[in-house]
């Protein structure tokens, strides 16, 4: 950081003129109630009266339609501000929701796989890393169980013959030497870094994903497919590397996961450096994965992840708040009154972080810092998909989970971030009970990340959690950049 006070010394005139300029500055801020206290104390040199200036300068400038110009002082004069004051502070995003903000079938080999595609030197003992060429052997062993993808395969060339995952997996399947296709040789087709992801995507469908079981063609798996090919390609160009492999140190997770027995909560917990296994086990990952990148990248300030999750758990019971228990609609029963909230559990986490003795039992390394709730991302939705009286009340619901959790945190701008539900066909009611929330002015600062153009499975896929992650950083940047 700059100090020019030595030039200021020397220049008495200089003096002069800048203390004729801060008397205009503080005339003109008391004819127009702009708060100069507040500029003052994102100084990190009070004295340097230009650093002032500018930055007054730059936020009543405004566009040609007149609206003002929102400007950080980093942006006004960096060469003043403290870059050490972005060491003293712990930035926390809270992260809540059911399996999917978990992390359920997203697997570490399934992760490797991906990697090993998009990256020629990443290490992989059954193939070639970086290679566009899918050999014969490599396509066989994809499909040692061809009954599912035969299966799939057939109907949808009954329905959907152009269909450009159906011709693929065609080409697949023929490359194997499980099905033949008249007037073709199967060993001419050529593959690309694309169809390498597709490939390893579908092992997963039809491999790993036997328990709980793959697609289904009632799932509009091939349609979906081709939505992963895609998802896999863009981000093999940034964060799919071996960087998801390691700890990031700027970056931590702490993630409670609930369980229910009767109507009492308990916890087990995960923390630690980011990395691939703060899913619903230590071999798993969810969105916080490429989540947690993104944000560390994108802030200055270490970064929290502060994870609060149960699998199967709906909004109108497991994760009811004072507002929504008030919210006769919902028709709580007795049992369901009586039975602990998630919701709770969450406030009261996020309470406890701020407290030192905490902070620092979990992260020795953030002692003496102090603790920002920066986020909100709230992923959640498929078990409340399965009844009428939660689908009929979730837009209500939700709506009182975000400002309970505002109210209760005393955060009344709190940033959130809702990422689609995966339960029904895009479009369905829960979605627009989403939507209606994140597109409500009242609720601002809110977005809403879109999934529904991603795997159709109720857990999604290896690649897909790469991306909703992304997506989930993508919205929470629009409302926590200048």
């Known amino acids: 950081m700059k100090n020019t006070s030595y030039t ?36 990190s040199n009070q004295e340097n009266v230009s650093a002032i200036i500018s930055s007054y300068q730059a ?37 809540a929701g059911q399996s999917n903000m978990a992390g359920h ?136 590397n071996e960087n998801l492999l390691t700890e990031r140190s700027d970056v931590t997770v702490l993630q409670h996961t609930a369980e229910l027995t009767g109507n009492t909560l308990s916890f087990s917990e995960l923390y630690g450096l980011l990395t691939a296994k703060f899913g619903s086990k230590p071999d798993r990952y969810g969105p916080e994965l490429v989540f947690g990148h993104y944000i560390g990248d994108m802030l200055a300030e270490d970064v929290l992840l502060l994870k609060v999750v149960r699998g199967g758990s709906n909004l109108r019971v497991d994760w009811k708040t004072p507002c929504s228990i008030a919210n006769t609609g919902n028709q709580l029963t007795a049992g369901e009154l009586a039975q602990e909230s998630i919701y709770d559990a969450l406030v009261q986490r996020a309470l406890d972080i ?21 986020g909100f991302v709230w992923f959640q939705g498929w078990n409340d998909g399965g009844n009428d009286i939660n689908i009929e009340n979730y837009e209500t619901n939700l709506t009182c989970l975000i400002n309970d959790l505002r109210s209760d945190l005393n955060l009344a701008d709190l940033p959130v971030v809702i990422a689609q539900t995966h339960r029904g066909q895009p479009g369905g009611l829960l979605q627009i009970s989403q939507a209606n929330v994140a597109q409500n002015p009242q609720m601002e600062p809110i977005e809403m990340a879109i999934t ?15 991306v909703i992650g992304k997506r989930m950083a993508e919205s929470m940047k629009l409302l926590i950049s200048p």
């Open 105 to 240: 079938n997203t697997r570490i080999p399934s992760l490797q796989t991906l990697i090993c595609h998009a990256n020629e030197g990443f290490e992989n003992d059954e193939f070639i890393c970086g290679s566009n060429a899918i050999g014969k052997a490599e396509i066989t062993r994809l499909f040692l169980n061809p009954d599912e993808p035969v299966g799939d395969y057939q109907a949808a060339l009954a329905d959907f013959p152009d269909n450009p995952a159906t011709q693929k997996l065609e080409q697949f399947l023929c490359t194997a030497g499980i099905i033949s296709l008249n007037g073709q040789n199967c060993n001419t087709f050529d593959f690309d870094l694309t169809d390498r992801l597709f490939a390893s995507i579908s092992e997963y469908y039809y491999n790993q994903g036997q328990s709980p079981p793959g697609y289904d063609w009632d799932s509009n798996a091939f349609k979906q497919m081709i939505a992963a090919m895609g998802v896999a390609k863009i981000d093999g160009d940034g964060l799919l």
């Open 8 to 43: 200021i010394a020397r220049k008495p005139v200089a003096i002069l003129w800048l203390q004729f300029f801060t008397l205009i500055v503080v005339f003109t801020f008391l004819l127009t109630g702009c708060d100069l206290n507040a500029i003052l104390k994102k100084m």
């Open 59 to 95: 936020q009543t400038a405004t566009t040609t339609v007149g609206q003002p110009i929102k400007i950080t002082l980093s942006e006004a004069n960096s060469d003043n501000v403290n870059a050490d004051s972005f060491a003293d502070v712990v930035k926390v995003f809270l992260m």
């Open 452 to 466: 529904d153009d991603l795997s159709d499975y109720y857990h999604f896929d290896a690649a897909a959690h790469l």
């Open 354 to 374: 701020q407290k030192p003795e905490v902070l620092e039992t979990y992260f020795p390394q953030y002692a003496g810092k102090q603790i920002q709730i920066a």
